[in-house]
């Protein structure tokens, strides 16, 4: 299978929500869909069409089917341990039957490149303790930083 990277466009809005909070989808993995409210989907997706807004998209498409079969989201922040901006990699989400395939280190160094492009210093990300498939990609891609993260109780 040949797939494309490439930034998200307004013709990619049906395949996304699908993906994003569709059956099988990146939103049921992490059991949110009670979460995520059509209004947070629709304003997540024009966030990334607004060239004045760091909230960016990058799609997997299977060349064979132009079809997306993932997505990468990362945003742009200040940092105030560098002089250069920072890249959150916020979701990394390919459809099931498309992963062990490349797919998702493609969309990380496309995320890599855009950050290099836009001059952040460092590119991070989370996971939950429990991905441990998603982890054996994170090791070869990037490193642990020894950081627990924190959340504001809900």
């Not at 909070?21 to 629709?42: Q, R």
Request: net charge negative; with cysteine.
């Amino acid at each position: 299978m040949s797939v494309v990277i490439r930034p998200i466009e307004a013709k990619d809005k049906e395949e996304w929500v699908n993906l994003w909070t569709g059956p099988g989808g990146y939103i049921e993995f992490y059991k949110s869909l009670d979460k995520i409210t059509p209004e947070i989907t629709n304003t997540t997706f024009e966030r990334f069409l607004d060239s004045n807004d760091p909230t960016y998209c990058n799609v997997a498409i299977d060349s064979s089917t132009n079809k997306i079969i993932g997505f990468a989201t990362y945003l742009t922040h200040r940092n105030t341990w560098t002089i250069e901006d920072s890249c959150y990699l916020n979701d990394l989400f390919v459809c099931e039957s498309n992963r062990l395939g490349g797919v998702g280190r493609k969309l990380i160094n496309s995320v890599y490149e855009d950050a290099d492009k836009l001059g952040c210093g460092k590119t991070y990300w989370h996971t939950q303790f429990e991905n441990h498939r998603a982890q054996l990609l994170y090791t070869k891609v990037g490193v642990k930083d020894g950081f627990l993260k924190y959340s504001r109780p809900e």
